[in-house]
Structures are given as C-alpha cells and as structure tokens.
C-alpha cells in the first residue's frame, strides 16, 4: 500500500527538503573485470562473464563522454613471477583511462578470452592501486569498478 496523507496526514511528498541542482563530478573508473573459470558459470540463457560484459557495455557507452574509463582484465594466460603460474596473475590495464574508450572497452570484452585461471582479486586490486598512483588524476574521484 502506498504512503499517502490518509495513513500519514502530517506527511508533505518533499519531506521538508528545498531541492538543489547537483553537479556532475568528473571521475576516473578503472573496470576490473575478472575473466576467470567462475566467469564461464551459466546464468539463465548467459554466463556470468556474458552478463557482466552486457552491463560494462551498456555503462561506458552512455556515460564514456563524461567518465574516464580505463579497463584492467585478469587473469591473464602467462605466469609471472614469484612462483604464480599462469591463469593466477595480473598484467597492466589494457586499455588506459580517458574519455571515449566506450568502443575500445566493448572491443575489448567482446574479444576476451575464454574464462580460465583461478580469480586473483587482490592482485588485481593491488595494481588497480598503483595504477592510479602512477597517474595524475583526470576527474575529481578515483573508482575500481
């Protein structure tokens, strides 16, 4: 049942509150996204890896001219060094952070390939880190999404 004024007469749709126009922040989104085994697990018709793909698209597509995007794919195919072995490592962002990389990033999912290795999240969060630190930031606000 909806509120309304019968169940709460003293109840005003604004609350009280005086609206205000809110800016726009400029950010920075570094896209983690993880293609491992898990990512090849059907859910409904699609796979996860498919689904997630599907909503990246979709958001740098609508907000690529006011949000730089950067995408950092993992885990990649060879070993590194301190004994990981492939499919358990981290490589650089392959695509930089900028506005307009809407097309290069849904390029680059729809090329990704076939899930493997297990999901080294804390690695890739580790370099997401130095990632930024490494750069000067282009908007007002630093996100790993």
């Not at 003293?10 to 609350?15: G, T």
């Not at 729809?110 to 997401?128: C, I, K, N, Q």
Request: hydrophobic share 40%; net charge neutral; with cysteine.
């Amino acid at each position: 049942m909806p509120c309304n004024n019968t169940l709460y007469p003293r109840q005003h749709s604004d609350a009280g509150l005086e609206w205000q126009a809110v800016g726009f922040r400029k950010s920075d989104v570094l896209i983690l996204f993880d293609g491992s085994e898990s990512s090849a697990i059907a859910s409904g018709t699609s796979t996860r890896g498919q689904l997630m793909a599907a909503a990246i698209s979709g958001i740098v597509e609508d907000y690529q001219r006011r949000i730089a995007f950067g995408l950092l794919h993992f885990p990649v195919a060879t070993a590194c060094g301190d004994g990981a072995v492939s499919g358990c490592c981290v490589g650089a962002p392959s695509i930089d952070l900028a506005l307009g990389q809407g097309a290069a990033i849904r390029a680059a999912l729809a090329a990704r390939a076939v899930p493997h290795g297990s999901s080294p999240m804390p690695m890739a969060l580790e370099t997401a880190i130095n990632y930024f630190q490494s750069r000067p930031y282009q908007g007002e606000s630093r996100t790993v999404l």
